[in-house]
């Protein structure tokens, strides 16, 4: 089966710049999570998605950082204007329905997206 | 609020070597617990899992046990092997919907030959 599959894997741009990453989750998963990892703050919940629909977004940075779900199989995290500081490893995972083909708490990740703002 | 606190890494091991990396959690209920692993260059994976008190936990060597009375769950390994260098993350399940999932700073493991 294909797991979480993310692209870009890489992504270097100028600050200032519009940066879309995108994520297929695994099919059948209902929930679709964006996670951003640095060295410094680690890894941290960005926004969730459980069928289809933004459940929490408090982990968003501020109002450069956007995400939609158009549909199951389709997410896109955008940053715009983008700028240093937001150069992280940036994570796609999907889960299931707990008790379906997975259990709570369990995430299946993508292998990530490394942004390099300059 | 629930929270999960584990050890600072790096741990720098040689093969063969018992490895313990500790977990504490806060939590007001009954959690679940988990351990995920991150090799370089790779997105988290769930390595095991426990789900009520005194289960154990057990994958690729590893072992933890879900300990309420001392609210931990220590990651255990008889014996590290290079290809075990990753980071460790402890997380935390409180029920609900699948975003109530806390994740530990993670522990970075060297193991040398």
Not at chain 1, 55 to 68: L, Y
Not at chain 2, 79 to 107: E, H
Request: aromatic content about 12%.
């Amino acid at each position: 089966d294909a797991g979480v599959i993310q692209s870009p894997r890489h992504e270097v741009t100028e600050m200032g710049q519009e940066v879309t990453l995108r994520c297929k989750p695994i099919s059948g998963h209902n929930s679709l999570f964006w996670y951003r990892q640095t060295m410094m703050r680690g890894l941290e919940l960005l926004i969730y998605f459980n069928n289809n629909v933004p459940i929490d977004d408090s982990g968003m940075p501020e109002d450069r950082f956007s995400a939609k779900m158009p549909n199951a199989s389709f997410s896109t995290l955008k940053i715009q204007p983008s700028e240093p500081r937001d150069s992280a490893v940036y994570f796609c995972a999907s889960s299931p329905t707990p008790g379906t083909r997975g259990g709570a708490g369990e995430l299946f990740f993508g292998e990530g997206s490394r942004l390099t703002v300059l | 609020g629930d929270s999960v606190t584990q050890m600072e890494g790096p741990v720098t091991l040689s093969e063969e070597a018992f490895l313990t990396i500790n977990c504490t959690y806060t939590a007001t209920g009954y959690p679940s617990l988990f351990w995920y692993v991150q090799y370089p260059g790779e997105g988290l994976q769930l390595l095991l899992k426990a789900t009520k008190a005194d289960d154990k936990g057990s994958n690729k060597g590893f072992e933890a046990t879900y300990r309420k009375e001392t609210t931990s769950f220590h990651l255990e390994k008889g014996s590290v092997q290079v290809s075990d260098s990753a980071v460790y993350f402890c997380a935390l399940y409180y029920g609900g919907s699948q975003g109530n999932l806390i994740f530990g700073k993670g522990t970075k493991l060297s193991v040398k030959p």
